[in-house]
């Protein structure tokens, strides 16, 4: 049986829901071994479950509490159920070695995202940016950033490893920003 696009990209949307973002994978090398790591809304758990299969300590965090039941079990993945745009800070006085978020925005608590990071952690971000809505969801401006926002919104006090911005094809036709910082200026990273 041969596959026709439409399965094709069907095949595609679902591996990008199971496989780890390359971007995460790229620049894990970078978290400290061992570390703690925090995948903020963590969906499915794809990076928690990527992440704990190298040795990292994982605490996956979500809304959604049928997507944290898939995740009981796995072996160094910890999680918790959070309303991470209502209600109290889940975080408040914790660090981690790295956070991972991908597919998320929700701009008021960006800045309590940063500071989860102990100085020399890992920021690995990845969403959708303005120029999307051309392919589809999300469209709307709140859950897009606007051009250079990532850098802009972290400020100083970090290492800027790697930015990119723009077209991608991979998993899917989408528009994204993607960014690796490092808590800490000045801070010499070894790329991977």
Not at 18 to 25: D, I, K, L, N, Y
Not at 61 to 71: H, N, P, Q, T, W
Not at 94 to 117: I, Q, S
Request: neutral net charge.
């Amino acid at each position: 049986m041969v596959a026709v696009p439409e399965q094709l990209e069907t095949l595609a949307m679902h591996a990008s829901l199971v496989s780890p973002s390359a971007w995460v994978t790229r620049f894990a090398p970078l978290i400290a071994s061992g570390g703690e790591v925090l995948d903020y809304a963590c969906g499915g758990g794809r990076h928690a479950r990527w992440l704990a299969q190298r040795g990292f300590r994982v605490e996956a965090v979500d809304r959604d509490g049928v997507s944290l039941e898939l995740l009981q079990g796995v072996p160094h993945v910890r999680t918790l159920r959070a309303d991470l745009e209502q209600g109290p800070w889940p975080y408040e006085g914790r660090r981690f070695d790295a956070v991972v978020v991908t597919n998320y925005l929700y701009r008021p608590r960006l800045p309590l995202v940063f500071r989860l990071l102990e100085p020399g952690g890992v920021l690995l971000y990845e969403t959708f940016m303005l120029g999307n809505e051309r392919f589809g969801k999300p469209s709307n401006p709140d859950f897009l950033l606007m051009p250079g926002e990532l850098p802009q919104r972290l400020g100083d006090g970090w290492t800027v490893v790697a930015f990119e911005q723009g077209e991608t094809r991979e998993p899917r036709p989408a528009v994204v920003q993607r960014i690796c910082a490092v808590r800490g200026n000045g801070q010499l990273v070894a790329l991977p």
